[in-house]
Every structure is written in C-alpha cells, then in structure tokens.
C-alpha cells in the first residue's frame, strides 16, 4: 500500500462522513432525545439490542444512558449464556421477544440498531428478523419504538415511531455513526440532568 492511496482513501472516508452529516435528519434525532428524555421523567426502561456490530452499539448505548443519562437501561444481547440458552431452545428469531415477554413493561422503549433496518438477505435468510418482531411487540403492547439503521432505512423506517436513519450505503459509515449518534443523545440527556 502506498502513502499517497492511504490519504485518497481517508479523504474519501471523510468526505462521505460530511455528506451523512449534512443529509441525516437532525429532527429525528431531536426526537430521540425528547422521547428518551420523556421515558427518564417517567421512570420508564429503555431496552437496546442489535445483531453483530449493533449489539456492541446496543450495549455501549445501554451502559452510556444509564450511567451518564440516568435511564433505567437494559442491553438484550448482554447475557451471552442467556442468549445462548434462547437461541438453542427457542431459536434465533425469538432472541429479544422471549426477554421482553417477561421484563417489558407498559410505556417502556426500545431502540433496535441495524445497518439494514431488518431488510435484507444472506445464507440465514432475512437479516435482523428478531429485531423486527421485538419491534412488533412492543408496539402492540403500547410502548414506544425506536430504530437506528443506514442504507434506505429497511423496514425499521416503517415499523418504528422514529427511525434516524443513516443516509449512506456503507456498513462501515453506518455502525461508525451509530457510535456517534448514540454519544449525541446520551451526552445531550446528560446535561439535563446537570440542570
């Protein structure tokens, strides 16, 4: 590799980070915070999952809402022996639903993190399914539903109250923004608990 094709490389990478920042809706990100903050005031649990890259998203988001932003906050892909012990006698596709059967209460949140929005196919089948149906659950049991994922937004845009959707078709671009969404929104929630 030579030095002039490494700085191509990362002017293009930054360039395509500035076009996100540039198109990414700002109001949806807005509206984030105010449904997070809202779930804060009212005591409510906030559960985040994702598969692959988005469950370590999923966790960081987890951990930084409820020691900086005060958020009763709860990682569904946290426990591996629990997730293991789901996936082998219920199956993948129940993963998250069979938690939140039994920690989901009336009113609480969940944030699902996809790069394809539960759109999608490979040699499993469709991509993020146990995301979409713990979305389906928690909207039929009166909560409030958030999605993260990139590309077009999949199917999270339609089955989500509110989907920020990064504008880029690149894997790396979206899991790498939505580490930056993520801090956006704990550290704006951060300083109202300083207010």
């Known amino acids: 590799m030579k030095e002039t094709n490494n700085i191509e490389f990362i002017k293009k990478y930054f360039d395509d980070a500035k076009y996100i920042l540039d198109n990414i809706s700002k109001e949806n990100i807005s509206k984030v915070i105010d449904i997070l903050s809202d779930a804060r005031k009212k005591r409510k649990k906030v559960f985040i999952c994702g598969n692959g890259g988005s469950a370590s998203t999923a966790t960081h988001f987890a951990a930084d809402l409820f020691k900086l932003a005060r958020i009763k906050a709860i990682s569904l892909n946290e426990n591996v022996p629990l997730a293991t012990a789901i996936i082998n006698d219920e199956g993948w596709s129940e993963l998250y639903i069979h938690q939140l059967k039994l920690l989901y209460e009336e009113g609480d949140v969940l944030i699902a993190i996809s790069v394809h929005g539960g759109s999608g196919t490979d040699k499993a089948g469709l ?5 979409v149906k713990a979305i389906d659950y ?3 049991n009166k909560g ?3 999605g993260f994922s ?5 199917a999270f845009k339609d089955i989500t109250n509110v989907c920020v959707v990064v504008p880029f078709n690149s894997t790396p671009q979206v899991e790498s923004f939505h580490i930056v969404l993520e801090h956006l929104i704990t550290f704006r929630l951060h300083e109202g608990t300083r207010v």
Request: proline share 0%.
């Open 150 to 154: 990139g590309f077009d937004g999949g």
């Open 127 to 131: 991509w993020s399914q146990n995301l």
């Open 138 to 140: 928690v909207n039929k």
């Open 144 to 146: 409030t539903t958030i």
